[in-house]
């Protein structure tokens, strides 16, 4: 079965495939196509692992193929990222040529097989490898506690760019600041903040308990545990014991449930199967969690103090209205936009009540 | 130590006669060891039993024989020693303009602040000059000494006058590193950027075997080697690729490897056995810090896998690949490297600045002389610069005409690369020197 000539030609036929983006039609006609065809596919729910051995890249483009064949969302960067990470790297571009052509161990492939498989169920990647990466971070990551997404990198860049121009944050310096988080999820906000900040601290709390696991984990994982304390509290329930928390801090940050809830239903099986859908339904508006946190933030903010959120592209002047309504001690200070250009960023002020504003106009 | 010498003649004459083909380690050795103004430190006693045009003519592949100077021979010129003195009077000149018991006339605030930088440029220059200068006079004492009667007074002297040697030598290489000036952007970092040429897969697989063996070069000094962008081709070939390189002296070695290399061998996709030519280019990119060029981020276009739909929460996906575009120029730059997206823009960034702040470079080294032979810059970017013959085994450097064996060692990017890249630095301060020796006497005529 695996003399030189039957692998030398099968690899040939690999190589083909490779190169000119070989798709479907052969593929049911009887031909040595190698040991794994796609009978086996269209029989069992998952694919065989093949008895001959098999390279990196040719895991990866079988892979590949079957995520497409099967609808898998990103079929190509899901198998290289899989793959990778089974090899001990993070991208396929990291690892050297020898490896990826190097026959993979029957663990190995096994391994391969089994991640994979569970990637056909529509699993997001980050489950099935269990990890991902945040900003200068690696958190893992466990179903069904919401992953991060690359705009909240964002968020953490705005709120360390303002933290960093205050006096008493840097390395060395006498005063220490907290932060409060709202709905820490992995731990990837307060987490990538104190990696920054040696003389900041924080407090974050989530209404999961499955959340405030896990950032407890990655909190040890990266040792910044003794500067974080993680709550298991609800906003919308415990305000009052959020409040009693900690003493008045000077940055809020969130990134709060905010899709609206007729938005559920389109999403993607990746999230809706997968994700806390209490941690991505924000109500009818997808304003419910974000009004309460603003309408505690005097309370929780020192003098001056700023929250920092993220919200979806239609909030930003609904949030701007509302708050002038109904949060005199908060002031708009301005909505900042994402890297694709959509407003996603709101960032508010406590300040003086307005209505002692106007008196003192009088 | 006589046998070792003949031997060495020996085993010259006899290399002279060999083809480059098959080159003795031992000679190897040697030979590097001998060619470029380094011998003298590279053996124990150095005695001048062969004349310097002899040994250099063996080792040029072109007619056009390359001469680099010795130590000696570049302090006989009279044009050196007349720079030397002009720097002397000149120290001594400013030194006295801004010491307290100064001229007459009042000297404006920025003309002293002139002198004074003037003053502590040239001060350890002409300390050495000083020192050499005391150490001549000293080997004039000891030639007395070595006439003596005494024989053990005359061992003593030829001690001295051994240590008197040695030390008038490094005084004049230092005096040589003094002169020459450093370049802003030899302090810097740089980004390296390799793209196939001509050859289809045989180029592209030949760029992906020197990317490897800068990322060894770059390993053999302790740099660090960040790849910012990275294509391949089918067959694991390497279209395009950049890496930031940063450690200490990194672009002050590196920018003389900018250029186009040639390939000369039979490809791994060649059927017939026939010999192909192929090339690749090299483009060494000084990486400038924040404060010496910013980019207003209005000019950029940044796309993303996100930008389709409302994004954020709505979305999950795992493709974290960026693209940058310089608006007004048109420049590109991309990365995935990274799973993080802030990271690959971060990177991509980085290579946008380096490109963007070597095009800035090019109007600047274009006022240099164009009669160098080891040029930088655009000048260099499309001069082949170094032919890898695999038949005969050899690597030529066509600046210097400097053929060096043992391709599988080279492509290490160890020592094959370093003495190579050492080699053209000292070709290339004495183009300078001899420069900065015309304009001086340029000046004083």
Known sequence: ?362 | MLSRWKRFVYLLRCSYYVSEVEAKPQLQQYRSAFVFGSWIRRLPKPQTVFSDRTRRTLHTSSPSMVKLLSVEELFARRSLQEHLKKMEMEYGDCLWAVSSSGPEEQCSEDQLRTKRTKVSLLAPLVQSIRELDAKQKEIAETEILLKDEDPALRELAELERENCVQDIRDLRQKILELLIPEEEADLSDLVLEVTAGVGGQEAMLFTAEMFDMYQGFAQHHGWSFDVLEHMTSDIGGLRHASASISGSQSYKKMKFEAGVHRVQRVPKTEKQGRMHTSTMTVAVLPQPTEISFTINPKDLRIDTKRASGAGGQHVNTTDSAVRIVHLPTGVVAECQQERSQLKNREKAMKALRAKLYGMKLEEETSKRSNQRKIQIGTKGRSEKIRTYNFAQDRITDHRIGMTVHDIKSFLLGEDLLDEMNSSLQEFSDQETLMELLEESSQEVS
Request: proline share 6%; hydrophobic share 40%; aromatic share 6%.
């Open chain 1, 1 to 362: 079965m695996n003399n030189d000539a039957e692998t030398v030609f099968v690899l040939n036929m690999w190589r083909r495939s490779l190169s000119t983006r070989y798709r479907c039609f052969g593929r049911r006609s009887v031909g040595p196509k190698g040991v794994w065809s796609s009978h086996a596919v269209r029989t069992c729910s998952s694919p065989v692992l093949p008895a001959g051995r098999i390279t990196a890249l040719e895991a990866v483009d079988f892979w590949r193929r079957h995520f497409e064949e099967r609808g898998v969302m990103e079929p190509d960067q899901s198998s290289q990222h899989i793959i990778a990470h089974v090899l001990g790297a993070k991208t396929i571009e990291s690892l050297e040529r020898e490896r990826l052509t190097e026959f993979l161990s029957q663990e190995t492939a096994e391994q391969v097989w089994k991640l994979c498989t569970r990637r056909l169920s529509r699993m997001p990647v980050q489950y099935v490898i269990e990890e991902w990466d945040f900003r200068d971070l690696t958190l893992k990551m466990r179903p069904p506690v919401f992953i991060p997404r690359p705009e909240t990198e964002e968020l953490v860049e705005l709120v360390l760019t303002d933290l960093l121009m205050k006096p008493g944050t840097g390395v060395g310096a006498d005063t220490q600041h907290t932060c409060l988080e709202v709905g820490c999820g992995s731990g990837a906000i307060s987490l990538s903040l104190l990696k920054s900040l040696p003389q900041l601290k924080a407090v974050a709390l989530d209404q999961s308990q499955d959340a405030v696991d896990l950032t407890t984990e990655n909190a040890l994982r990266l040792r910044l545990q003794d500067r974080l304390q993680v709550h298991h509290l609800d906003i919308m329930k415990d305000a009052e014991t959020v409040l009693s928390l900690c003493r008045p801090v000077l940055v809020l940050v969130s990134n709060p449930p905010y899709l609206f809830s007729e938005d559920m239903a389109s999403l993607e099986p990746e999230i809706f199967r997968f994700e806390d859908h209490a941690a991505l339904d924000g109500g009818e508006d997808g304003l419910r969690v974000i009004k309460q946190i603003l309408v505690l933030a005097p309370q929780i903010l020192s003098d001056h103090g700023r929250v920092y959120m993220e919200v979806d592209p239609r909030h930003p002047p609904l949030i701007r209205q509302w708050v002038e309504v109904n949060v005199g001690e908060l002031q708009y200070v301005e909505t900042r936009h994402d890297i694709t250009g959509r407003p996603r960023f709101c960032i508010l002020q406590k300040a003086k009540a307005k209505r002692d504003h106007k008196l003192d106009l009088d």
